[in-house]
């Protein structure tokens, strides 16, 4: 299984962006893909799931401001990320896990969101 993730970048405080990520190779239906974060010098969070039946989970710290959607027929996770905040600055990853597949979490590279005061 691989990730690519996309998107990422620059932007304003209280500003919107959108990561994205495709997972391709040995794909099953029934998968979670999610994203973690990372910001420097902490350890690595998770930030929201999306499983194939469209249950979503979010961590509380985006809670109301981050919102995850899939494309099954594209094998893609998408994260939208309004009223972003600076404490929001982090290397964000996107995975793919299945339970058919022992639960073993495949990593995307990590797409980097600076967001600034």
């Known amino acids: 299984v691989q990730l690519q993730a996309s998107g990422g970048g620059l932007v304003q405080a209280g500003g919107s962006m959108r990561l994205s990520c495709a997972a391709s190779?040995?794909?099953?239906?029934?998968?979670?893909m999610g994203w973690y974060r990372q910001a420097p010098g902490k350890q690595r969070d998770m930030v929201s799931y999306?499983?194939?039946?469209?249950?979503?989970h979010y961590a509380d710290f985006v809670k109301g401001r981050f919102a995850i959607s899939r494309d099954n027929a594209q094998n893609t996770v998408h994260l939208q990320m309004n009223s972003l905040k600076p404490d929001d600055t982090a290397i964000y990853y996107c995975y793919y896990n299945s339970p058919l597949q022992g639960l073993e979490k495949y990593w995307g590279q990590g797409t980097l969101v600076t967001v600034s005061s």
């Open positions: 999306i499983t194939d039946a469209g249950f979503t």
């Open positions: 190779g040995s794909i099953l239906r029934a998968n979670t």
